[in-house]
């Protein structure tokens, strides 16, 4: 198993930054594909970006698309997503993922990740 813990949410003006970190512990981090997920209140959880077990490959939700960046370090076992130009409709609750079996990079469904964080709270103040 993969346990997963986020960290770095917290409260920013619009076109503000923030840095979430995803530290990741049991079996072997590298060898893991990862995503950020997100859940605005009273809407369903949905994908935000995605990386390959070696770093070199990423995906992005089209909402996102050149503002956020989602990178990792292996060696740190911890995978980030650094969010510039902060959107009110940013507001969410931020999960990372790790990828399970059947995952692809351009995989946007819940179904392809198996382990998951408690999140972290990201708010974004007009």
């Known amino acids: 198993q993969v346990q997963l813990v986020e960290s770095g949410g917290g409260l920013v003006q619009a076109g503000g930054s923030l840095k979430l970190s995803c530290a990741a512990s049991g079996r072997t981090f590298s060898s893991y594909p990862m995503g950020w997920f997100r859940q605005a209140p009273a809407k369903d959880r949905v994908f935000v970006a995605a990386i390959s077990w070696s770093g070199y490959n990423t995906y992005y939700a089209d909402s996102v698309k050149g503002r956020f960046t989602i990178s990792r370090d292996n060696a740190k076992n911890t995978v980030y997503l650094q969010m510039n130009s902060l959107k009110p409709e940013d507001t969410a609750v931020y999960y990372c993922?790790?990828?399970?079996?059947?995952?692809?990079?351009?995989?946007?469904?819940?179904?392809?990740?198996?382990?998951w964080g408690q999140g972290t709270q990201v708010t974004v103040s007009s």
């Open positions: 993922a790790a990828g399970g079996v059947g995952w692809q990079l351009t995989t946007t469904t819940r179904g392809a990740y198996s382990y």
